[in-house]
């Protein structure tokens, strides 16, 4: 057995990427590299911005700043790879390097799970206790609950990682995706994955329903106190507060549940690879215009510094 993982160690494996669509190479290559530029763009720019503006030094835009950094790295650690096999000739990948792409995808993937949480109990906080928002949600906690995220992500990465390094691929080395896709690499695996699947499952539910709870809770307490608010302009200011993340969270959860909904059948790999595709390019570029879109404060420092470069800029 031993001798099998040194061998599987040393295999390549192939990306099939989007190959059986031969005609849409290039339109494909072209539209993932214009989202991925506007996802770069976007979240080092909100990240830029937050730094820059003083009145964004709070801690919702603190932990929007983390997603967008979150964003930056996921869609950095997948997309260049996608580009590459869109137009070379070769479309493979080294054992090392997918075992270390899948390790940092799912680490991003479960940090964002939780960062997520994290911003729908800074909303919770905002909402239900105004007065004690900044003494509630201090510098400190904000840093120990940012750091809980990634340590908890990288804990329950580096655990499923381990449990895809027990197997061993001695038979086709071909993985039907544009990435190292989890079902893709079991897929790929020619001895028993029962362990490795496990163990995924296990992870994968305890992190969905622990963190949909969190939101869940956080977002009845924000409706009911909506909900006794006097004022319309109370209840639109509470409302607009919580939009963009609402929106945010609907369409990560959303995209998650639909693709580990989807059996593993042959017939279903087009529908994978097209949900992944959702939440591995198009998800990092939606949320920081979702935020920028609906934010004044962030549409103002904008504004200003547009402004700034157009009257600085040499007649």
């Known amino acids: 057995m031993m001798d099998m993982r040194n061998q599987s160690a040393g295999i390549t494996f192939i990306l099939s990427g989007f190959s059986e669509y031969p005609q849409l190479q290039v339109p494909l290559f072209l539209v993932f590299l214009a989202v991925y530029t506007v996802s770069v763009v976007g979240n080092l720019g909100m990240i830029v911005i937050i730094r820059i503006n003083p009145k964004l030094h709070t801690p919702m835009y603190f932990f929007l700043r983390h997603l967008s950094f979150l964003d930056f790295c996921y869609s950095s650690v997948t997309t260049p790879k996608i580009l590459e096999i869109l137009v070379a000739d070769t479309r493979t990948i080294s054992y090392v390097g997918c075992m ?52 908890w992500g990288g804990l329950c990465s580096l655990t499923i990682t381990c449990s895809l390094l027990k197997l061993t691929f001695c038979g086709s080395n071909v993985i039907h995706h544009f990435g190292c896709e ?52 109370g209840l639109q200011k509470a409302f607009s507060t919580c939009a963009s993340h609402l929106t945010a969270i609907t369409i990560f959860h959303g995209v998650m549940l639909l693709l580990y909904c989807v059996p593993n059948s042959g017939s279903s790999w087009l529908f994978i690879k097209v949900a992944t595709v959702l939440y591995t390019v198009v998800i990092p570029m939606l949320n920081p215009l979702i935020y920028s879109l609906r934010n004044n404060d962030v549409k103002e420092t904008i504004r200003k510094l547009v402004n700034t470069k157009m009257f600085s800029h040499p007649m």
């Open 100 to 151: 270390m792409q899948f390790f940092l995808g799912c680490t991003l993937v479960i940090t964002e799970t939780f960062m997520l949480a994290v911003m729908a109990y800074d909303r919770f906080v905002a909402v239900c206790n105004p007065l004690l928002y900044t003494v509630a949600m201090s510098p400190k906690l904000c840093s120990l609950l940012v750091a809980g995220t990634y340590t």
């Open 182 to 233: 989890y079902s893709a690499i079991i897929s790929a695996a020619c001895s028993d994955s029962y362990f490795s699947k496990m163990t995924c499952f296990i992870i994968a539910t305890l992190n969905e329903v622990c963190s949909l709870l969190i939101i869940l809770a956080s977002y009845i307490f924000i409706i009911v106190t909506i909900i006794k608010l006097p004022s319309a302009g």
